[in-house]
């Protein structure tokens, strides 16, 4: 927010610098970033005033004129057209400095002497206006310094209001902060008195379909206007504050914004048919033009301001190019309301367009504040545009918003603050803010608050103001008290870290993703209602479309890196992710929540080498991978079995991990399908989990066993069974019936063809036998590997090789 100096000074006496109010203000917690001096770039020019007007007797486009500064009569030939007598000018004495032309000098001009020069704006740097020479006003004093008469030496600073400030977005809420902080007496601009006796109910209506959208609207006539170039001043403004200048009319809308905060919209007249207003939502598909020439989709919560057939502006963004104040418009509708703040915001970034309206409606102004500026800028446009302001005005507000009442305890504020302020401090501070308070006995106070403080809702934003005006350099520095000691931490957290631990050492990085996803990525991994993973749940205000809904599965995020790695000719990976997704619950409002484990691998297992040729990850590594990853985290009793049944799995690549006949996730070789629909370039393995549940089954903690006395005992055996049994099962079998005294089980060998007959398979197995407190005989182990192999004949029908 740009603020000028010299209109500060209109609302608040200001005796002390542009730099000490930058001090005192960002103490106050209104940070000024930037403070620049504005000030003109000429010399020597003066309020002269033109005397007598001769025609030039050797050319007919020049005039001689008599100007009289006061002190001197010169002699000054000019060609402007809008050079007129008994005028006051901006006279360039000789020895001016001008920064077009460079220094003034005496000069004959056809045979004629010329001791000076009247200027345009243009000439003295001040706008792009070249049309005629610069006429100011009567009232100026002949001989007074240009810069002095029109008050062009000024600072602009430039204040970085934080969101909840909606108020300080304005001339007059910065000049409350300053008459705050100073206890100066704040001064209101002139309004106007209309004397009309016309009734604009007559002549116009307003109907708010939408009050909840828009609770106020306040419409005003202003008759017989002439558009015209704003005054000087009034350009000279707007220029300094970043706002372009158009005409009188639109130029003292936007005047009044910055000056009271209140966004306005001047209409037309008589390009509303019907003569009327209507505020409604838009209708489904309906197109508009705004003011910039484009014409826009209107969402359906679009709030339109509309005539009795058409609609005339966008509510609290931009209005339309068919109601546009244009040079030959004589009647304006002055549109001055409050919008509801959410909905302008909804609107304004569903079609991309933000303006200086949209934010401070979007921030929240002051309902209550809408007939004020209205009356403000119908004074002034009738100053300047020379009409006439219908008295009455049309203020349709069907349910008025109440000023916000706050109890505060002093007490509280000292205890806060660590201060000892006493009641009537605190008061004092609140008063000075134009806050309303009462006594609510000793230690009590019961605060009004100002409709056009939106932020001050609670009793700790009152503590706020009031540390604030106390000065935030006053508060005591005290120390917290209390022990400090490392958090401790609780299973979740300990296995989360084991789990990084685990895959970290076999070679994964770590990766987080954004917790919203497109929904077009779930058709992407064909998944599909019921799956908890296929229903979308949809954010109401999106960041982008590509982030428009929460994530139900880590496996988009993590594929979208692996295409952002492929892209830069990164093809060997190992990634994981731990987080959370959110599983929509039927009639309930919040979703479920579920930390899962994602992880890829893609590439080659190993770096390629010299003495070594590079061979690829396959379905093996990533499976050795969360064996490791299962041992780490202490999970019993857990298997792979074939057939994940995920429609973005290989359907004979991949596998259910399974834990206590519990269904922890899938893994596998990534479907040919869903490669091509990610624009992945090469096989990708993939794994999720659901981590939420793996925790139930994690061992609560681990017992140290001692290094084994004594020697073991190994046996191999190879057996013969179907090719649909999975070896996960015969290992269990082999773990189960070893009594406590197989200490280990490997698989060595794997063998199908003769004299294998088809459809069977050829397992080996290693088993390990060791006795905890003594050694084991051979006919000890003999006996138990007969049982264990009675017991997988009884359970498998294999046959012993």
Known sequence: MKVS???????????????????????????????????????????????????????????????????????????????????????????????????????????????????????????????????????????????????????????????????????????????????????????????????????????????????????????????????????????????????????????????????????DFDLLEEKRIVVRTANPGETFTTLDGVERIMPPEALMICDGRKPVALAGIMGGLNSEVKPETRNILLESAYFDPMGIRRTAKRIGLNTEASLRFERGIDPNGSLKAAERAAFLMAKLAGGVIVKEAVDSYPKRIEPRKISLRVNRVNQILGTALSAAEVRDYLENLTLQ????????????????????????????????????????????????????????????????????????????????LSPQVLQKLNLKAPDPRGQLLLIKNPLSEDQAAMRTTLIPGILQTVRHNFNRQNFNLKLFELGRVFWPRKGEELPEEVEMLAGIISGLREEESWHKAGAACDFYDLKGALELLMEGLAVKEYNFRPGAKEPFLHPTKSAQIVAKEKLLGGMGELHPDVIDAFDLIQPVYIFEINFSLLQELTAEKRVFQPLPRFPAVFRDLSFMVEEKILAGDLVQTIWEGGQGMVKEVKIFDLYRGKPVPPGKKSLAFRIKYQHAEKTLTDEEVNELHQKIIALMKDRFGGELR
């Not at 001769?54 to 007919?60: F, K, N």
Request: proline share 6%; charged share 25%.
């Open 5 to 267: 100096y010299q209109w500060l000074k209109e609302f608040v006496d200001l005796s002390f610098s542009p730099n000490e109010l930058a001090d005192l203000l960002t103490n106050a917690g209104l940070e000024v970033e930037n403070i620049e001096e504005s000030r003109p770039n000429f010399q020597r020019v003066v309020v002269g005033e033109i005397t007598n007007l001769q025609p030039h007797p050797r050319s007919e486009r020049l005039f001689l004129c008599t100007v009289n500064d006061g002190q001197k009569i010169y002699q000054v030939i000019c060609g402007a057209p809008n050079t007129q007598a008994g005028k006051k000018v901006a006279l360039a004495l000789p020895g001016a400095i001008l920064p077009t032309t460079g220094t003034i000098k005496p000069v004959e001009i056809q045979g004629i002497l010329s001791e000076g020069m009247l200027c345009s704006e243009m000439e003295l740097g001040l706008s792009d206006d070249a049309a005629g020479i610069m006429i100011l006003e009567d009232s100026l004093s002949l001989g007074l310094p240009l810069e002095k008469a029109l008050d062009l030496n000024d600072w602009i600073l430039d204040i970085s209001v934080t969101p909840n400030r909606a108020d300080c977005l304005c001339i007059l809420g910065i000049a409350r902060e300053v008459a705050a902080l100073t206890k100066k007496p704040l001064v209101f601009p002139q309004e106007n008195k209309a004397d009309v006796q016309e009734s604009l109910a007559a002549q116009t209506t307003v109907t708010i379909e939408r009050p909840d959208l828009c609770p106020r609207y306040v419409a005003k006539l202003i008759l017989n206007v002439q558009i015209a170039p704003s005054p000087f001043w009034l350009r000279r403004r707007l220029t300094a504050l970043g706002v372009r200048a158009i005409n009188n009319i639109v130029d003292v809308t936007n005047y009044v914004m910055l000056e009271l905060g209140q966004p306005l919209h001047a209409f």
């Open 437 to 516: 308070v009462e006594a609510e006995g000793s230690d009590k106070l019961k605060v009004t608050v100002p409709t056009f403080r939106v932020d001050l809702e609670r009793e700790i934003d009152l503590i706020e103001e009031v540390a604030r005006l106390y000065g935030y350099h006053k508060i005591p520095v005290t120390l917290p008290l209390g022990r400090v000691g490392p958090e401790r931490k609780g299973k979740a957290e300990k296995l989360a870290y084991k789990a990084r631990a685990v895959l970290t050492a076999c070679g994964f990085f770590e990766t987080i993703n954004y917790s919203f």
